[in-house]
Each structure stands twice: as structure tokens, then as C-alpha cells.
């Protein structure tokens, strides 16, 4: 398997853009989990979809950020607008439950930048 | 609330031991340790369960007490390739894979 793979690798966008993330996870996987990376907040949990469903989305900043799961093998992530505190890398992560005792499998990561 | 991770960063020498910390307020249920090379995605070490149930690597060893709600990575004969940001993820429930991670603790291993 190829493993979870997100595109892209790196975006630069002006404020006020509109930002989509992408996320396919490994195949059999049913839990996907988006992170957000920074040197001041370390890495933190946005939102976990279960079987293709939101199952705790209270990591999401604010309303700017919305994320969806059409089907069992992609996922998106949406900024809009992006503003300059936006800035981090953003993992995607899948495992196969959501369940503690499960380890996840991390993606490369979207290195964001908005200026 | 975040997990605390200590030392913050750690120097070492090929071959020597080191013991990474991590400590929760809250009640745990589970431990999960990673680690992250600069640049590159978290990859996974080790699971802790409450009642003692490990999962992870056979060269990684950790302790998990439940009742001091801490747990601790021991990285014996260091290797250069141990170098990185160790992460630990604190769950509270059986029931859910949410995780809460602390701050990384960076590990330099020098020849």
C-alpha cells in the first residue's frame, strides 16, 4: 500500500483564498483524522471522521474550516478564507477504528502558508 | 489538556540511554508514542493500555502507570537513527480514538 497520501505537499495563498486540502487514506482504513502542526500549538487534533462520518469535530479553529469525507477513500479539508495564522502543516492520518488501542498512519503533510 | 513532555530536548551520544516523560492531568486510558524526523509524518512507536496491554515495536520499551497518569519512553544504546521528536498522545476513553498530544520532547543522538 502506498500508504496516506495528500496533495498537495506544499500551497502559498494570499489571505483571503479560498485553501483545499486533499486526503486519501489506506485502503480498509475506516477512521481519518486531520492535525494541524505548529511550533507554538504542537500538533493538534482538528477533526475525526469514523466510517465516513464526523465524529468529533471540536478541534476545528473556527467556521472558516470545514472538512468532508464523500466516500470511504478521500477527504478534504477547506479554509476559506485563509488568513496568515492559518500557517502550518497539516497532517492526515487513517487507522483502521477509532479506537485507542489502533495506531494511525500519518500522511507527508500540507506545509500551508498564506501571506 | 495537553500532556507534558519532559525533557524538552535531549543531547546524547551514540550508545547511551535516555528516558523521555509523559504526564497527564486528566485520566488515561491509553499512551501512544511517536516519533517524527524533521520534514517527514509522525510514525508510530508504541501503544499503552490501561491494564497493561503494550503494542509496538519490539526494540522500544515503555511504562505506562495509570494511577500517577504518566508514562515514559526508555531509549537504551541510542542509535544515530533514534534522532527525532518523540510525541506522546493521551487518550481518555476506550471508545474513541481521539488522541491529545504533548509538546515533543527533540532527541539529538551524536557520534
Known amino acids: 500500500d502506498a500508504g496516506v497520501i495528500q496533495s498537495p505537499r506544499h500551497e502559498v495563498t494570499e489571505m483571503g483564498q479560498e485553501v483545499t486540502l486533499r486526503c486519501k487514506p489506506i485502503s480498509g482504513h475506516n477512521s481519518l483524522f486531520w492535525y494541524r502542526q505548529t511550533m507554538m500549538r504542537g500538533l493538534e487534533l482538528l477533526i475525526y471522521?469514523?466510517?465516513?462520518?464526523?465524529?468529533?469535530d471540536s478541534g476545528m479553529p473556527e467556521d472558516r474550516f470545514s472538512a468532508k469525507m464523500p466516500n470511504a477513500s478521500f477527504s478534504t479539508l477547506k479554509i476559506q478564507p485563509s488568513e496568515p495564522r492559518d500557517s502550518a502543516v497539516y497532517f492526515c492520518?487513517?487507522?483502521?477504528?477509532?479506537?485507542?488501542?489502533?495506531?494511525?498512519?500519518f500522511g507527508q503533510g500540507t506545509r500551508l502558508t498564506v501571506v | 489538556q495537553q500532556p507534558v513532555q519532559s525533557p524538552q530536548a535531549v543531547i546524547l551520544r551514540e550508545g547511551e540511554d535516555a528516558v523521555i516523560n509523559c504526564s497527564s492531568s486528566k485520566a488515561l486510558y491509553s499512551v501512544h508514542w511517536y516519533r517524527q524526523k524533521h520534514g517527514e509524518a509522525p510514525v508510530f512507536l508504541m501503544i499503552?493500555?490501561?491494564?497493561?496491554e503494550q503494542k509496538g515495536h519490539e526494540k522500544i520499551s515503555a511504562s505506562f502507570n495509570e494511577k500517577k497518569q504518566q508514562s515514559s519512553l526508555y531509549l537504551t544504546a541510542s542509535q544515530l537513527s533514534y534522532s527525532g521528536t518523540y510525541f506522546c498522545?493521551?487518550?481518555?476513553?476506550?471508545?474513541?480514538?481521539?488522541?491529545?498530544f504533548g509538546q515533543g520532547t527533540t532527541l539529538q543522538v551524536k557520534p
Open positions: 498522545g493521551t487518550g481518555g476513553s476506550s471508545n474513541t480514538g481521539k488522541l491529545i
Open positions: 471522521f469514523n466510517n465516513n462520518v464526523p465524529i468529533d
Open positions: 499503552l493500555l490501561k491494564g497493561g
Open positions: 492520518a487513517s487507522s483502521q477504528q477509532a479506537l485507542v488501542n489502533t495506531e494511525a498512519f
